[in-house]
């Protein structure tokens, strides 16, 4: 059985999920949704998410459904997203987070950042940083509105083709400034 974050069943939106660990019978399913996720030029292949997944300081959580999942619709444990995180040298990077098309704009995006944060900077970790693509305007307002800003542009960083946004965040500010997030309340 996999054991949840310690975190309450969360029901935002209308969509009741929690957060745990990823299992090894997770990855198919991953895979899946972060090829719906994002256009084949951005999707990770197979060897290339099992890669990012197994790197020495990276995690991954996954948010599954519960009692009844997105308005009734999915059942439980269903995979609603998921979200790859490491740490390099005291260095938090977000390496991808996916939410299925159904359960976006639910909270299910701003929990796994979250807890992937809270981790980071329970591993000392000061800065986050994570890459999205020029034209993904959702995600950059998402981004936003969780504190990260544009660092930097990097030319042609999805195959040679599509530029990215550098966007970083200050995670320690955040933690002494007393801003308590869904996550640590849910602990």
């Excluded at 290339?48 to 999915?74: C, I, K, N, Q």
């Excluded at 900077?121 to 990260?148: D, M, Q």
Aim: net charge neutral.
């Amino acid at each position: 059985m996999a054991r949840d974050l310690g975190h309450v069943p969360s029901t935002i939106g209308g969509v009741a999920f929690r957060l745990r660990p990823f299992e090894k019978a997770d990855f198919d399913t991953l895979w899946r949704i972060d090829q719906a996720c994002f256009d084949p030029q951005l999707a990770y292949s197979r060897p290339e998410l099992a890669f990012y997944m197994r790197r020495p300081g990276s995690f991954t959580f996954v948010a599954e459904g519960v009692d009844g999942g997105l308005a009734g619709d999915h059942e439980t444990g269903l995979i609603l997203g998921f979200i790859v995180a490491e740490t390099r040298r005291k260095i938090g990077h977000i390496i991808t987070i996916d939410v299925v098309a159904a359960a976006r704009r639910s909270g299910v995006g701003s929990l796994l950042l979250d807890a992937a944060e809270n981790r980071l900077i329970r591993s000392g970790v000061a800065t986050v940083a994570l890459e999205t693509p020029v034209n993904n305007e959702a995600a950059i307002r998402f981004y936003k509105k969780k504190g990260y800003f544009v660092e930097k542009t990097a030319a042609g960083y999805y195959s040679g083709q599509l530029d990215a946004l550098v966007m970083t965040k200050e995670l320690i500010a955040f933690e002494a400034s007393g801003l308590e997030t869904k996550t640590e309340r849910h602990s």
